[in-house]
């Protein structure tokens, strides 16, 4: 194994979005529409604080106020930057690089979509950018990455065609771990674990509990240091109800956390640590909560 400074490049561009967040609301869209009752919406509910241990603690209105202002601040940054990069791309339509980042733009921005017709139709351009970008260098990992990324959002939008998207994705991840596996912090392996872990199994869809683990276990590998690979790790860990392998990978979550915030600072991260914190404290309380005992007829009185 190697560290992702040495052998293996952790790509450190600036954060567009709550890519995290909105990546598992793509992913657990393709769970939905197989009749699976799972909500799209997790984290963001608490905001982070290096002092929250000690100070009083926030009402649920403060909670709710916090949400609310930093995903006006997400969604004003977020169409910045698309509108941005549509102007770079639109002075440089021969540059792949132009047109991958134009495409990560709009998977960002997309999660703000006021309903599913815009969110189509930002995926459905960003998917275009993507395209162009393979087309003029198709050894490029991120177009390929995008591209899963795009797709995943336009399926949000769909009610029976989700599915249908899914294999298209898991294609392009592949393409892109073949090509830089450590692209976006180790993105295409957390992103097709994410994709393994939530779409429905065989015979309905690609779900499969092994290569789920096997590539969460690979970003964690690759990049240690990026908190939202441990936490997707941990989070299946639960998920697959192997509490013990979930309890056991809390103090290197800790620790992680710990360097993560003095790495990943500033206005460009706000939005991942109002994600990461909050599923950091609903992993600790599930895995170090008593699982109550089973129930038999003799204990049922």
């Not at 830089?180 to 180790?186: E, K, L, N």
């Not at 779900?207 to 240690?224: T, W, Y």
Request: include cysteine.
């Amino acid at each position: 194994m190697f560290p992702c400074s040495k052998k293996l490049r952790c790509a450190s561009f600036e954060r567009d979005g709550p890519r995290a967040l909105a990546l598992r609301a793509c992913l657990e869209t393709t769970r939905g529409a197989a009749a699976r009752d799972f909500g799209c919406g997790q984290g963001g509910e608490v905001e982070a604080s290096p002092q929250r241990a000690v100070r009083n603690e926030p009402t649920p209105a403060t909670f709710a106020q916090s949400d609310l202002s930093g995903r006006m601040a997400d969604d004003a940054r977020a169409e910045r930057i698309y509108f941005a990069a549509r102007a770079r791309l639109a002075r440089a339509t021969n540059s792949p690089e132009a047109a991958w980042q134009f495409a990560r733009a709009c998977f960002d921005w997309a999660e703000f979509a006021p309903g599913n017709a815009p969110r189509a139709q930002i995926a459905i351009e960003g998917i275009a950018a993507c395209r162009q970008a393979i087309a003029l260098n198709p050894n490029l990992a991120a177009p390929y990455y995008y591209l899963a990324l795009n797709l995943g959002q336009l399926a949000r939008t769909k009610k029976l065609g989700a599915l249908k998207l899914v294999e298209e994705m898991e294609t392009n991840f592949k393409a892109a771990i073949a090509l830089d596996p450590a692209f976006d912090y180790a993105g295409p392996h957390r992103s097709l674990g994410l994709l393994y872990l939530n779409a429905p199994g065989w015979p309905a869809s690609i779900g499969s509990r092994a290569k789920a683990r096997q590539h969460l276990q690979k970003a964690v590998e690759l990049c240690p240091e990026y908190p939202d690979n441990r936490l997707s790790l941990l989070e299946a860990y639960l998920e697959w109800s192997e509490k013990k392998a979930a309890v056991t990978g809390l103090q290197a979550m800790e620790e992680s956390l710990e360097a993560a915030r003095k790495k990943f600072t500033g206005e460009a991260w706000a939005s991942s640590w109002r994600d990461w914190e909050a599923r950091w404290q609903k992993i600790k309380l599930k895995a170090l909560t008593a699982s109550p005992p089973l129930e038999t007829p003799r204990n049922r009185k």
